[in-house]
Each structure stands twice: as C-alpha cells, then as structure tokens.
C-alpha cells in the first residue's frame, strides 16, 4: 500500500490499497492545493491544537478567561478559524517509511494560552498499518487534542458512499448533541435511541430513524471506547475486500458520517456528495475543557508535562 502527505495541514492526501491486482484509492480528496485550501471538510488534515467543538468559544484556566477564535456561530470547531489543518508545517524528516512534521503554534494563537510545540508522526509499517504519532509541550497549561481527519471509503473514493460500510465501535456510552454539535447531556448508555455499535452493524439500517441521528443528519456523534478492548473500531468496505481496524490511547472516538460533504470538491472536477466517505476522529470527547468531570484523562497540557497520543489505522486487504 501506497501513502501520500502533504506539510500543508501536516494532511494525509492519499491511501491506496492493492486489491484483487488494482489500486484503490480509499480516502477522500481533492485534486490540487487550492481546492484543499478551500474546502471546508477538513480532509485527511491534522486537527489542533483543540478537536471538535468548544461551546461558545471561551475556556477559563486558573481564574482567567480566555476568548478563543469563534467560527462555527459563536462556538469553536477544529481549533478556530486559523487551526493547524490551514498551518505550513515544517517536514523535520521524511523517508519512505515515516514522515516527521512539526509546527510552533504561539502563545495566544487562536486565542489559545501557552506556546506549544507540536510534533505528528506518520509511520507507514510492511503490515499495511499507517501509524500517527502526536506529541506536544507547552509554556502555558492549554487544552490539547489532537486527531487526524481522514474520511474513509474503503470500497474506492468515486463509488457512491458508505451507507453499506460496517461499522463496529466498542464503547458502551455515547454523548448526544444539540443542532450545533455541542453535547446537551451527560454520556448516555449506547442503548438509548438506537446509538449500540458493539456488534457489526449496516451504517445504513435505521440510519435516520433515531432522533439522535436526526438532529445531526447521520452519525456526528462521540463514543467513549472500553478501555478493556484493544480495537477502538473496525470498519468493513460494502464488498468485503477491505477491513479497517482503528486503534488509540485517546479515550473517544468522533464517528462522523460525512453528513455535510455535499459540494466538497473532489479529485476528478467534481464534488463529493453527503455520506461520501466516514471519518472515524480518536480524541477527547468534544467540549471537554467545560466537563472537567467526564470519565476520561484531563485535556488540559500542563507545561511539565508531554502530551503523547496514538492512532493507528490498520488495514487487512483480501
Ligand atoms: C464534526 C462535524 C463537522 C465536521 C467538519 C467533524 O469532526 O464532527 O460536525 O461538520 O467535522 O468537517
């Protein structure tokens, strides 16, 4: 298998699979450099310094308040209107194996305190799994979550769209949202409105048919992963050529069914429609700087410490 990146966003442009003697290609794209500037899907970029939503845009750290950069209405999503998915990166080393990134994000950068240094590892291994390594330290405590944002679809990019993927997600809880993104309620059992991804499941049965899933068009949705399983998720193309394994240290995992790709422009002079590819974003659940009390590890970076998180994407090819 073939891999191809980009120093603009630290962007993972390109994953092709040798199946049954061709090349598919299993990630969503665009053709050229302007077309990744402009679109607002966040393709394949690396996402910082904070994943997901932040309710109306403010954290407070020790007292003081901090006004983040607002783009989604008065919220933040994927780190505010500058994140590092629209950052040069600088490439500290590449191989044909691994590729290092870094990027120097500023005190204050995005309304963000502390200077942080951040480092993303792309590893490519002989057993066709691509590794993501993130590591950060920082001057000031700030939150950090890192993630990637690849959309998947794993029967080939131009067929039409994941519908008939399955998915399989080991987590017992889940966290609704509002129309905005912004979870409205504690983590709730996976039971509840049809939400249980424990067994293998059709991402197409019943898919609008929640009411959860209603108010987001589709998955949009936070799982909080069983720490006692090794697998986050496993991911099985409609033709059952291709299987993906997800797997990470990071305690959530963001299952986005590519609800809003319509008119994203793609690799051949055309557009993407919805649920064209599924992002599978391992992170902190999303507005966490707000819910200290969620049973996961702090997001917040202190500056003695160093932020290290894993994904590894790993691929079983028939
Ligand atoms: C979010 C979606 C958002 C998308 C942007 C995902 O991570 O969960 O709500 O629309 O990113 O492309």
């Keep these: 298998m073939t891999i191809k990146l980009s120093n603009w966003g630290a962007t993972w442009l390109s994953c092709q699979l040798p199946v049954a003697g061709q090349n598919r290609e299993v990630l969503l794209g665009c053709k050229n450099l302007e077309q990744y500037a402009q679109q607002k899907a966040y393709l394949g970029a690396t996402i910082g310094r904070y994943a997901n ?51 120097i994000s500023p005190d204050g950068d995005q309304g963000f305190p502390g200077e942080l240094k951040v480092e993303v590892t792309y590893k490519l291994t002989d057993d066709n799994q691509v590794i993501l390594s993130f590591n950060a330290i920082t001057t000031k405590t700030t939150p950090v979550n890192l993630t990637n944002h690849a959309y998947f679809n794993l029967d080939g990019e131009t067929s039409k769209d994941i519908l008939n993927h399955t998915l399989q997600v080991n987590a017992d809880f889940y966290l609704p949202v509002d129309h905005s993104g912004i979870p409205n309620s504690d983590l709730v059992s996976v039971n509840q409105y049809d939400m249980d991804l424990r067994r293998p499941k059709f991402i197409a049965e019943r898919f609008l048919e929640s009411p959860i899933r209603q108010i987001t068009g589709g998955y ?39 609800n809003f790709l319509k008119h994203t422009p793609n690799r051949h002079n055309g557009q993407y429609n919805n649920f064209a590819g599924i992002a599978l974003e391992a992170q902190f659940l999303p507005d966490s700087p707000h819910h200290p009390d969620w049973p996961q590890p702090s997001c917040y970076l202190e500056p003695q410490q160093t932020y290290h998180h894993q994904i590894c994407y790993q691929f079983d090819i028939k």
């Design 53 to 103: 939503r932040i309710a109306n845009a403010t954290i407070e750290i020790n007292g003081i308040n901090y006004s983040l950069s607002a783009n989604q209405g008065t919220n933040q999503l994927h780190g505010g209107k500058f994140g590092f998915d629209k950052q040069l990166w600088h490439i500290q080393s590449q191989s044909d194996k691994q590729v290092i990134f870094t990027l």
């Design 220 to 258: 949009d949705h936070a799982y909080l992963l069983n720490k006692s399983q090794s697998i986050a998720a496993k991911l099985i193309s409609a033709d059952k050529k291709v299987k993906m394994n997800v797997k990470t240290t990071l305690p959530a995992l963001q299952i986005y069914t590519g």
